[in-house]
């Protein structure tokens, strides 16, 4: 089973200012609907309360530290290995061969050892923002740009931007949570 992120970003790294991106790119609101559809996500506690509710059509799961947190429609984890276990059951009960972690930064800093596959839209333009992905971790690791496209501004996105699709050379599937683990702590 492939563990994959999924992120939209500035060319600095920006993914978040107060709880909410800083840019409104409708074919990139279409294209992480399609990715993540019918799928197990993981996502952080303030990625969690950001939104309106558990996102419809997928298996919503918050990793938090707080065994307290209640967010209704979410399924809880406590730990990286947990959230790990949740999502793969649920992914092997649907044949499903991709988990999505979807954020913030924190969720991705955790996961970006151990995930085989990347979805990323570059957005174009100077933002301002408090939430930013490991993007030095990313250019330290060995990826392959499978796919790329680029897309000028137009009337409906306001903002250039690229979706590049990368993989790296590690292979993860279907490897038991504590071996996907072993090889996190040994990066």
Known sequence: MAISFIVAMSRS??????G???WRLPRDLKRFRELTWGKALIMGRKTQ??????????FNIVLTHDRRHHAPGFHLATSVEQSIRLAQSYSRNRDLAEVMVIGGGQVFLQFIDICERAYITYVDGDFVGDV?????????SDWTVVEDKTF???????????????????EHLDLPVEQLMSMHRAC
């Open 49 to 58: 309360e950001s939104l309106a509710g558990p996102l419809d059509g997928r």
């Open 132 to 140: 930013f992905f490991p993007i030095e971790r990313l250019k330290t």
């Open 20 to 22: 909410s991106l800083p």
């Open 152 to 170: 000028r501004p137009d009337t409906k996105n306001k903002f250039g931007h690229q979706f590049r699709i990368l993989h790296r050379s590690k």
């Open 13 to 18: 790294g920006v993914i978040g200012k107060d």
